[in-house]
Structure formats: structure tokens, C-alpha cells
Nanobody, 124 residues
Framework: QVQVEESGGGQVQPGGSLTLSCTTAGRARTMGWFRQAPGLEREFVGAFRWDDLATVYADSVKGRFTISKDSAKKTLYLRMTSLKPEDTAVYYC????????????????????WGQGTQVTVSS
């Protein structure tokens, strides 16, 4: 079992920045960030693999969002910059105990432990 908890959401103006944190209890070899806006399906944002530090991003956030980690704290961060109104969503952190191959990192089905989500609102 892996317990997942996100934090750090809030409201920010367009062009602003926000950092989300995801802390796990239990071993997670692969972690991902997803988001879901009202009326839309959950979509992939980024993913991280602990053993080789592989990181992938959705095209929509590449260059604006950055994943980093603190191994001692078992915490993954999602630094979001140049935020746009279309980034508004509930952001979820997800974890898998197994190492996932790169082609599987973008699929929500690869993760079996999820946090409750944290709201990010980008609005002036």
C-alpha cells in the first residue's frame, strides 16, 4: 500500500507560479501528476521514475512545469510557472509500487494509488 497526499494548490493570476507537493507513505517507484478540469476527463501532466530519474511531461505543460524531488522526504514537487487560465483544474498525484516503462507513464491506468487532489485556479 502507498498513501499519497498532495498539497500546495490555490488561486493565482495568469502568468503566476505555484508549486504542488506530493508526499508518499510506502514505497512508490513511479509517480505521476494528472489534472481534471470541470466537465473534462482526467489528463496526464507529468511523471517521474525514482530509479533512473526519468521525467516526462505533457506537451501542454512542457517548458512551463517542472518536476523535482526530495528523496529524504519522499516528496515529489510540481513547479508550475507561466500559468494560464486553462491550467485551472484539480491536480492529482498518483503512485505505483512497480517501475513502469516509459510508454506507460502517461496512462492513468499505470497508477493504483491516488491522492485526494488539490485545486489550482488561474484567474485574474
Amino acid at each position: 500500500q502507498v498513501q499519497v497526499e498532495e498539497s500546495g494548490g490555490g488561486q493565482v493570476q495568469p502568468g503566476g507560479s505555484l508549486t504542488l507537493s506530493c508526499t508518499t507513505a510506502g514505497r512508490a517507484r513511479t509517480m505521476g501528476w494528472f489534472r481534471q478540469a470541470p466537465g473534462l476527463e482526467r489528463e496526464f501532466v507529468g511523471a517521474f521514475r525514482w530509479d533512473d530519474l526519468a521525467t516526462v511531461y505533457a506537451d501542454s505543460v512542457k517548458g512551463r512545469f517542472t518536476i523535482s524531488k526530495d528523496s529524504a522526504k519522499k516528496t515529489l514537487y510540481l513547479r508550475m510557472t507561466s500559468l494560464k487560465p486553462e491550467d485551472t483544474a484539480v491536480y492529482y498525484c498518483a503512485a505505483a509500487q512497480n517501475r513502469k516503462i516509459t510508454s506507460a507513464l502517461r496512462s492513468a491506468d499505470s497508477y493504483n494509488f491516488w491522492g485526494q487532489g488539490t485545486q489550482v485556479t488561474v484567474s485574474s
